[in-house]
Antibody, heavy 119, light 107 residues
Framework: EVQLVQSGAEVKKPGESLKISCKGS????????IGWVRQMPGKGLEWLGI????????RYSPSFQGQVTISADKSTNTAYLQWSTLKASDTAMYYC????????????WGQGTLVTVSS | EIVLTQSPDFQSVTPKEKVTITCRAS??????LHWYQQKPDQSPKLLIK???QSFSGVPSRFSGSGSGTVFTLTINSLEAEDAATYYC?????????FGGGTKVEIK
């Protein structure tokens, strides 16, 4: 059974750094892209970018390039999304999703990680 | 960046009615169009991939059609459990983008 399990909710202050995780199981982790999707409170879905754990090839949406860093560790079957300097506007639910290909559908999703940034 | 525009934004429907949601792309995306269902406080779930292919375990009342720039998700004989927000998603070119969503409420 394909599973993506994300790390727990985070409460941070503006200016702090953060790294959240997404651990895959039940499939060959290095053979599928993992993407990250943001959902701000009461809003729709936004695609941030994807990483290929096999060789760490990474692609970003221009809207998020430079704002976040996406990475993966194939030794632990884990993908990451990180911020160096959080802003209040980063408050959102973040989902990881397995992509069937670099331009493929999101066939399995994690449960989401709620990030709250507040002073 | 390809923009996806969904209509309507909201639909209130009685059980057993047919629901049609439209997704229009700002340029041709071939067949790289997918549909997801998101229930309150849950992750999105894949319903339809590549316009019309049903994902594993999805009830047969959900179907998709279209090509080029106009696509449709149809729910035949709506059930109470189908109350959710539905999103279209294009993967024809990066960055991948989502439609704004259509919320379906059960009357």
């Amino acid at each position: 059974e394909v599973q993506l399990v994300q790390s727990g909710a985070e409460v941070k202050k503006p200016g702090e750094s953060l790294k959240i995780s997404c651990k895959g199981s039940g499939y060959s982790f290095t053979n599928y892209w993992i993407g990250w999707v943001r959902q701000m409170p009461g809003k729709g879905l936004e695609w941030l970018g994807i990483v290929y754990p096999g060789d760490s090839d990474t692609r970003y949406s221009p809207s998020f390039q430079g704002q976040v860093t996406i990475s993966a560790d194939k030794s632990t079957n884990t993908a990451y999304l990180q911020w160096s300097t959080l802003k209040a506007s980063d408050t959102a639910m973040y989902y990881c999703a397995r992509h069937s290909a670099v331009t493929g559908t999101c066939d399995y999703w994690g449960q989401g990680t709620l990030v709250t940034v507040s002073s | 960046e390809i923009v996806l525009t969904q209509s309507p934004d909201f639909q209130s429907v009685t059980p057993k009615e047919k629901v049609t949601i439209t997704c229009r792309a700002s340029q041709s995306i071939g067949s790289s169009l997918h549909w997801y269902q998101q229930k309150p406080d849950q992750s999105p779930k894949l319903l339809i991939k590549y316009v019309s292919q049903s994902f594993s375990g999805v009830p047969s009342r959900f179907s998709g059609s279209g090509s080029g720039t106009v696509f449709t998700l149809t729910i035949n004989s709506l059930e109470a459990e189908d109350a959710a927000t539905y999103y279209c998603h294009q993967t024809s070119s990066l960055p991948s983008t989502f439609g704004g969503g259509t919320k379906v409420e059960i009357k």
